[in-house]
């Protein structure tokens, strides 16, 4: 009964080429969160959707996009990885009202390598 | 900034022993929770208390908050070798922000 899940598991691409990383939740919330995890470091906050309202950290690169067709799916689009951008990367959801930052649910993320 | 402070950033105990772990952060709060995420997986949420709260607990979890000092400890009785992973708090206020994390090993 898996409620947010991120596919795939593990994602290789080269330096420069674009990659997209999925997630999906059966949890109808209205939040959906993209984080990104670096070795033995906290959780950056990317950007998150407030349903279809995109809010975007001041220190995102913009080489990091996302779209948000429908309220199950969203995707984080990477337009020219580096290596710096090797990572966790994780989706999270949550059922608020703007600005209460309600619990937030997790999938096991996207572990990405750039070769 | 994205991250608050959590200490220790390790902590290495035997099983049966107690855990604990302190948090603070800098801005005034809505609510503080606690996220613990096993080698590999994501996070799940453990517990929130809310600013107008003082202590919380859930089974084995124990959570103070004391929002004058901005911090929150988690303490976690009894400790089983599952519980062995990393612990983080997020402080819920007009942004998210993050604990650095503590690491936990427990041992069997």
């Known amino acids: 009964d898996a409620m947010v899940i991120q596919n795939p598991r593990y994602q290789v691409t080269q330096f420069g080429k674009p990659v997209t990383l999925s997630c999906s939740q059966t949890?109808?919330?209205?939040?959906m969160y993209w984080y990104q995890q670096k070795s033995s470091q906290a959780p950056k906050l990317l950007f998150h959707y407030y349903d279809k309202d995109f809010n975007n950290e001041a220190d995102t690169p913009d080489n990091f996009q996302s779209r948000r067709p429908n309220t199950s799916f969203c995707f984080l689009d990477i337009r020219s990885p580096g290596l710096g951008d090797a990572a966790m990367y994780l989706c999270?959801?949550?059922?608020?009202?703007?600005?209460?930052?309600?619990?937030?649910?997790f999938g096991d993320g996207t572990r990405l390598s750039i070769l | 900034s994205q991250q608050g402070e959590e200490d220790p950033q390790a902590l290495s105990i035997q099983e049966g022993e107690n855990a604990t772990m302190n948090c603070s952060y800098k801005?005034?709060?809505?609510?503080l929770q606690w996220y613990r995420q096993n080698s590999g997986r994501g996070l799940v949420h453990l517990i929130l208390?809310?600013?107008?709260?003082r202590e919380k607990h859930s089974g084995r979890l124990r959570v103070t908050l004391d929002t004058s000092k901005k911090s929150s400890s988690l303490l976690i009785t009894a400790s089983r070798a599952a519980d062995t992973a990393s612990y983080f708090c997020v402080a819920a206020g007009n942004k998210l922000t993050f604990g650095g994390g503590t690491r936990v090993l427990v041992k069997p």
């Open positions: 801005t005034s709060i809505n609510n």
């Open positions: 949890l109808n919330h209205n939040v």
């Open positions: 999270a959801t949550s059922r608020d009202v703007r600005g209460t930052y309600q619990p937030q649910h």
């Open positions: 208390i809310r600013s107008n709260e």
